[in-house]
């Protein structure tokens, strides 16, 4: 068994599958999850759809490419049936091992056995060169290679063509095959044997960026040392820890499972999650995450998590999921290389059976012409240029803490023209604190006061807004017990209202107030000197009467700004789009330096405004991915903030940004817009090479040996440009944390 390349069987006269579902599977089915090591490409889910679909029992079938993972939905049906009619394919499943974290080393490979036959090949084509021996010398010698490398590539080629299905194993079969039949025993030969050689430089390069993402999970460590039912701390292994159990972390030491400090104040490289570069210092209540290192100080924590579900896992399955759907581009030519393929092959019958007549050549030269044509008939280079270009753009991402969440996004963030920003968490700290706070009646007494405080924070402590929360806390911090409410009634992008003792109260914004009264002079003065400040307002009233105002304040982030001008820079407009009050909104969009503000928005507000925007370009949407669900939902990218840790954010956005700094957002377009200039230079470059030597092939100047260097070595080039990606955001990550910026997001090399 050789190598399998990524795109060994990406030549295909037929239209590509479509791409795996991902709906729930019919209930009742139970699932079978099976590594094909040889299933890397569409031609494969093409064989293996065709062997088991017709299947009684089979009722869907999903593919992961990247992770070359089968998974076949059925009906108690015998497995081992299942297992046949895939080998009848000539690929070997095997039983996923779901405790493995990389893939097995290519088995077989022989690299030894590839050399003597490279050997063998030469000494054929110097024997035929120089005529040094009697006839039959070159033709044993590269009968001999041909057997050593070549057998394989026929085998596969044989079940391709059973199964209708023209691939570059089918191609150089009959390519070879040809060429032995009208004489050119040393050239096919070295042909053979480098296009194994390419082969497996092209798989060893592809498997690099296959597991990229992969290399992850081995951050995390596979035992942990964990509390025992007498006290003690025993290393166990991480899969057999228990959400809740109690975990000791020394100084040095990677972390195994997400959870929750209980004791100690370490400094944690979070990198692998965030890809922020400096040590991030950690207190008792605090989240940890597996994978990330303890750079300082003992701690133990408490488990929140199974090894299996931890925020990391959950990275890389996301990640693993974006690599297995086709991004736009891929679709593309994945449809052109269904035309183009069948194509060349007319062109070659019609080269063989017309260029005697046409040209005035020999048919053993019009035949060999045609052979040539057959080799190039392969668009490999084409076909694999895209999927590898996309796979290390989303791996590079991912090790920034920029999670994508597929190839879609990675392409459309290059088109992005405008974006629009929540306010509070996204461009501000997201942790308000109360700064001033006065009741209405400036005769209010100290127990009047001390009620209004307490009834304020009966209100708040039942809202989930951070604003609420800063009421809460101030009144906490001063000692102040809440009031008990009743009936508790949260009114989104408004506050929150409630019965104390059989009457109305309520606790919110300019928008809330106006349901209930209308504000005098006075207190419109008020409120206006606090909005100038760039302060949120939050008015507690009884019935119609407004009793109390709180003044909050939540500083611009400092990297917001430099974030906006970096975007502005790429040509990207900025809008703000917030239910705070206008005048406040104003403000701090002035601070960061945002192009348009819009205040006092509902969220079926913020939802018109993408709309309205969406009719001019792509349009993006920065929010907590909950709290602004709608306009998240309806943005063309919905990017989520600070999604480490949060299960809904990571499953629901378009892009997370594992960390709470926006100057990962640039950083996106700049990945995006590299993403795309590679993969325009790759499929220029790949059809531009068998343009030329299409011609040439029909000209007579074309080789065997020259069509397999263009091809097999146009696929080496794109995938050596693809890598570039993956390598300049490493290189990028590496720089950050050795120059301890703390800006780890990728910065590709200008293609």
Not at 295 to 318: P, W
Not at 525 to 539: F, P
Not at 685 to 712: E, P
Not at 734 to 745: E, S
Request: proline share 6%; aromatic share 4%; with cysteine.
């Amino acid at each position: 068994m050789t190598t399998k390349s990524t795109c060994d069987s990406c030549c295909t006269g037929h239209a590509p599958p479509p791409p795996a579902s991902r709906e729930a599977p019919p209930q009742g089915t139970r699932p079978l999850r099976l590594h094909i090591e040889a299933m890397d490409c569409p031609t494969e889910e093409t064989l293996l759809r065709r062997a088991l679909e017709g299947m009684p029992g089979v009722e869907t079938l999903e593919f992961d490419l990247i992770g070359r993972v089968l998974t076949v939905h059925h009906r108690d049906i015998d497995e081992d049936a299942i297992h046949r009619r895939i080998a009848s394919t000539g690929m070997t499943p095997e039983a996923l091992d779901p405790s493995r974290r990389t893939e097995a080393a290519s088995r077989g490979e022989n690299w030894w056995k590839l050399g003597i036959a490279a050997l063998v090949a030469l000494a054929a084509e110097v024997s035929e060169w120089l005529a040094l021996a009697t006839p039959w010398l070159p033709a044993l010698l590269a009968l001999v290679a041909i057997a050593m490398v070549g057998l394989p590539t026929w085998k596969k080629g044989f079940i391709a063509l059973r199964h209708r299905t023209l691939n570059i194993n089918a191609l150089m079969s009959v390519a070879v095959a040809g060429a032995l039949l009208i004489g050119h025993w040393a050239e096919a030969a070295m042909v053979i044997v480098l296009f194994t050689l390419a082969e497996r430089i092209e798989a060893r390069s592809l498997g690099r960026a296959r597991h990229a993402i992969r290399e992850l999970l081995s951050l995390a460590p596979e035992q942990a040392t964990v509390e025992q039912a007498d006290g003690r701390f025993a290393l166990q292994p991480a899969e057999a820890v228990a959400p809740g159990s109690r975990v000791r972390v020394r100084p040095g030491e990677r972390i195994a499972l997400d959870g929750e400090i209980e004791a100690g104040h370490p400094a944690l490289d979070e990198s692998p999650i965030t890809g922020e570069s400096l040590p991030v210092d950690k207190a008792p209540g605090d989240t940890v995450f597996a994978g990330t290192v303890n750079r300082d100080g003992e701690f133990t924590y408490r488990s929140t998590r199974a090894a299996a579900d931890t925020t990391l896992a959950r990275i890389i399955h996301a990640v693993e999921q974006a690599q297995a759907s086709r991004a736009p581009t891929q679709r593309f030519i994945d449809r052109f290389a269904a035309v183009y393929t069948p194509v060349v092959l007319v062109l070659a019958g019609l080269t063989a059976l017309l260029a005697p007549w046409l040209l005035g050549v020999a048919w053993l030269e019009g035949i060999y012409r045609a052979l040539v044509l057959l080799v190039i008939a392969c668009p490999c280079a084409l076909v694999i240029s895209t999927p590898v270009t996309i796979v290390s753009g989303l791996s590079a991402a991912a090790r920034a803490g920029i999670l994508i969440k597929g190839g879609t996004f990675l392409e459309q963030g290059r088109r992005l023209r405008t974006l629009a920003f929540d306010k509070t968490g996204t461009l501000t700290r997201g942790a308000p604190t109360q700064c001033h706070w006065q009741p209405l009646d400036e005769a209010a007494g100290d127990d009047e006061r001390r009620r209004l405080r307490a009834l304020a924070a009966g209100l708040a402590e039942r809202s989930g807004h951070p604003v609420s929360r800063a009421l809460a806390l101030a009144a906490r911090e001063e000692g102040i017990a809440a009031l008990e409410v009743e009936a508790l009634n949260e009114q989104p992008g408004r506050g929150v209202t409630a019965m104390v003792e059989g009457r109305p109260v309520w606790l919110g914004n300019r928008r809330l107030l106006e349901g209930f009264a209308r504000p005098d002079e006075a207190l419109e003065a008020r409120l206006g000197a606090h909005e100038a400040r760039g302060e949120t307002l939050v008015i507690l009233g009884e019935g119609d009467r407004p009793l109390a105002l709180f003044a909050v304040s939540d500083p611009l982030r400092p990297e917001s700004r430099e974030a906006i001008a970096d975007l502005h820079a790429q040509g990207v407009t900025t809008l703000m789009l917030s239910g705070d009050n206008p005048a406040s909104v104003a403000a701090i969009a002035a601070e960061a330096g945002i192009d348009e503000a819009r205040g006092q928005l509902l969220p079926e507000d913020k939802l018109t405004a993408i709309e309205e925007q969406a009719r001019h370009g792509v349009v993006g949407m920065v929010g907590d991915g909950i709290n602004d669900a709608p306009a998240l939902a309806r943005a063309d990218i919905g990017f989520a903030m600070g999604a480490a840790g949060s299960d809904t954010a990571i499953e629901t956005a378009d892009v997370a940004l594992m960390d709470d700094d926006p100057r990962k957002l640039p950083a996106f377009v700049r990945l995006s817009r590299a993403t795309r200039a590679v993969l325009m230079q790759n499929i220029v470059f790949a059809i531009g090479i068998k343009v030329v030597f299409l011609a040439l092939a029909f000209s007579g100047h074309a080789t065997l040996w020259m069509a397999i260097f263009a091809d097999m070595g146009a696929s080496l080039i794109v995938v050596a440009n693809g890598l570039r990606l993956l390598t300049a955001g490493e290189a990028r990550h590496r720089g950050a944390a050795a120059t301890g910026t703390g800006q780890a997001a990728p910065q590709p090399a200008r293609p």
